[in-house]
């Protein structure tokens, strides 16, 4: 076939595309959606199955082939067992117990667990099908999601009929009211967290007179109403350089949840 | 029904998208299907793929139509000049892989993690490219036989 015959068809497919864009951003393509999703349901749980196999056997085949670094890690890995082991029985024992009961946090939110369906480059999340205090689905959209260890992941951006997609917090859109705790626990001070390019999350417009140092924790003040207050976001990293005549100072946030590592998490309710 | 079998096992590759870990599954059956179908109806597979990615990863739809008929033309052109389905499905798919991180809504992620989903797009891609090859060559020998 003439490659002019195969960009012309191309350029209608992409034509196309833009078509189908335009009409979901006007919400008129829900049946669509729900057709796909009703159709793909039950193949998909059959392939995830078969997916996590081959996920394990690629984990398996990288761990025997590395050899000396497999000593060290083994060696690495028996000096943390005896803390490892208490550790992960208690981290079990609470993810247990919250999926079955249903977490309740000490300051009166309650906490709906749901899986994690795959963290590839976007973080989807299965919704919980018939969890009693959910909401409707459209109203799922903004509600932050919190790690097991009740950290902050981010918020729900995009909801299916049963997966939805996590606004995560190094996403360049997302803006975060936050403060900087001293390690008193006393509040330090203000500033705006944002995500920026390369996947970083910045605190910025902190005033130049506050002196910050790496390892202070960075939590939600709760001004915006989408975010309850005092939620762990991370810890102080690198900070930027701070110039005489500059209002505000900008520092890198180590976050305290690594979204790849997430079996299950949390959606305040 | 034989002629549409390659489109459904194509479809449920696809379907695999929100449990891979790496890669995009159905970027790597596009730039397949650009080597075997150099014909609209390959085309319309190819979308079709991209809206059921776009569904499962609750995207915005056709986003990945656009991305998926991008490594369809890739494809489709080299394997009208050169052949060599699989070394062309590969790298299509690679070079697919390079806007389906740049267009992903939720940011992306730097260093190894947008070189390891573009390799492991790539050896998706030549991992499929390759057993379909197998299997038709071997269809072809028994038909000659008879």
């Known amino acids: 076939m003439k490659p002019s015959s195969l960009i012309f068809r191309f350029l209608i497919a992409v034509f196309f595309s833009l078509t189908v864009m335009f009409f979901d951003s006007l919400s008129r393509l829900g049946w669509f959606r729900g057709s796909i999703e009703t159709v793909f349901r039950p193949e998909t749980r059959v392939l995830s199955f078969v997916a996590g196999g081959a996920g394990r056997l690629i984990a398996a085949g990288r761990y025997f082939s590395s050899g000396p670094a497999r000593v060290a890690d083994l060696e690495r890995r028996l000096a943390a067992a005896e803390n490892f082991a208490i550790a992960s029985a208690r981290n079990q024992e609470k993810l247990e117990s919250s999926r079955i009961l249903g977490w309740v946090d000490n300051r009166g939110f ?160 | 029904m034989k002629s549409l079998t390659p489109f459904i096992i194509s479809l449920l590759i696809s379907g695999l998208e929100p449990f891979w870990p790496l890669g995009s599954p159905a970027i790597a059956v596009s730039a397949v299907l650009g080597t075997k179908y150099l014909n609209s109806r390959g085309l319309v597979a190819v979308i079709l793929i991209g809206l059921v990615r776009d569904v499962l990863l609750v995207n915005r739809l056709g986003v990945s139509s656009a991305i998926a ?78």
């Open chain 1, 110 to 269: 309650s906490l709906a667990p749901a899986k994690v369906l795959s963290f590839g480059w976007q973080l989807i999340i299965e919704i919980p099908p018939n969890l009693p205090d959910l909401p409707d689905t459209p109203d799922l959209i903004g509600k932050p999601v919190l790690s097991p260890d009740g950290a902050l992941v981010g918020s729900i951006a995009k909801v299916g009929r049963w997966s939805a997609r996590v606004k995560l917090l190094s996403d360049s859109g997302s803006q975060i009211p936050a403060a900087v705790l001293n390690p008193g626990k006393q509040k330090l001070a203000a500033g705006l967290l944002s995500g920026s390019f390369g996947a970083a999350i910045t605190l910025e417009k902190v005033l130049t007179e506050v002196d910050l140092q790496p390892d202070l924790a960075v939590v939600t003040t709760g001004e915006d109403d989408q975010f309850p207050s005092d939620l762990l976001i991370g810890w102080i990293g690198k900070t930027g350089a701070k110039e005489a005549s500059s209002v505000y100072q900008k520092a890198e946030v180590v976050p305290a949840v690594n979204p790849a590592e997430l079996k299950t998490v949390f959606i305040i309710e």
């Open chain 2, 69 to 146: 008929a991008f490594a369809w033309l890739l494809a489709s052109l080299a394997t009208s000049r050169l052949g060599r389905p699989v070394m062309v499905s590969i790298a299509a798919a690679a070079l697919a892989g390079l806007p389906a991180i740049a267009l992903a809504p939720a940011g992306f992620f730097p260093g190894p993690a947008s070189y390891q989903f573009i390799l492991s797009t790539a050896a998706l891609a030549g991992i499929f490219s390759a057993v379909w090859n197998f299997i038709s060559d071997r269809d072809e020998k028994i038909r000659v036989r008879k």
